[in-house]
């Protein structure tokens, strides 16, 4: 199965590894050598960019009939694209495993692997929107209300995520959405834990995560193994992985004009070079 979903990874560019001399920017304005999309095992980059903007568009229209559109539109991916459909079944078997009443997913990344589950297993959806309002669909997708106009009050939720860092959505929004509807959540299930105290982070709240892939050592093992990236490129990960700041530091120390070149390329580029410099991760 790690296998499997190792490849899948790679294949669709979910997880891409960087040539050396040209890392990733990362939110924070710090640099490392790879970026995660879980999302992009669904097929590619363009299918998943695609599927976003529906998500986006559809929520705008009436967030009672997003479900059941968007529910649609994955459903013919998922009869088109061997990764999204491999991913969608591991997911659904896992889940099939649990005891619960409804699935969850919340805004934007989370639709991707948690509408098609919710079908295949008959059991109802609860999406859950940035805005902190919530919808619940029957297993088909035919009927969705507001939960206002339903009770939940007793049931037991499990949440399906594309990515756990720290678990800050969760702690944040996901959880105090179903547990204030008066429901109940212990487990989740993610495609990817990027080991950064997610779990325990989760676990403090009383819920247990399961994933079918880290970012860790043994993520890149096997992904040399595949032959998905090259040594140079699986050295650069170890080195990060080892000491992040180490990384970037001695990154910038053998690349000298390296933040003064994204702060003449503009953009994002000239942004997150600014961003870094303000944190002290840089300088001209």
Known sequence: MANQVIEALFK????????????????????????????????DEATANDILKKIETYIAEDKTTFPKKIFLDLLKIYEESETFKMITDLITQKLSEYEFDYISGGERRDFFFSILPSYFLAKPHLSIFKDGSTVYSTENFEITKNTSDVDLKGL?????????????????????????????????????????????????????????AGID?????????????NQQQYDLTMKFLENPSDYM????????????????????????????????????
């Open 249 to 284: 530091s001695s990154f910038l120390k053998d690349h000298p004009n390296f933040i003064k070149e994204q702060i003449a390329l503009g953009g994002k580029a000239k942004e997150r070079a600014e961003l870094a410099i303000s944190k002290g991760f840089a300088s001209v």
């Open 156 to 212: 037991k939720a499990i949440h399906v995520a594309d990515l756990i860092t720290e678990a800050s959505s969760y702690v944040r929004a996901w959880i105090p959405a179903i547990r204030g509807l008066g429901s109940d959540i212990t487990d989740t299930v993610a495609v990817i834990d990027r080991h950064q105290n997610g779990e325990a982070n989760l676990k403090e709240l009383g819920v247990s995560m399961t994933t079918f």
């Open 12 to 43: 669709t560019n979910a997880v891409r590894v960087a040539p050396e001399e040209t890392p990733f920017w990362y939110t924070s304005g710090t640099l490392g050598p790879f970026y995660i999309n879980t999302h992009f095992i669904i097929r």
């Open 217 to 229: 050592k043994s993520l890149f093992d096997e992904a040399i193994e595949l032959g998905a990236i």
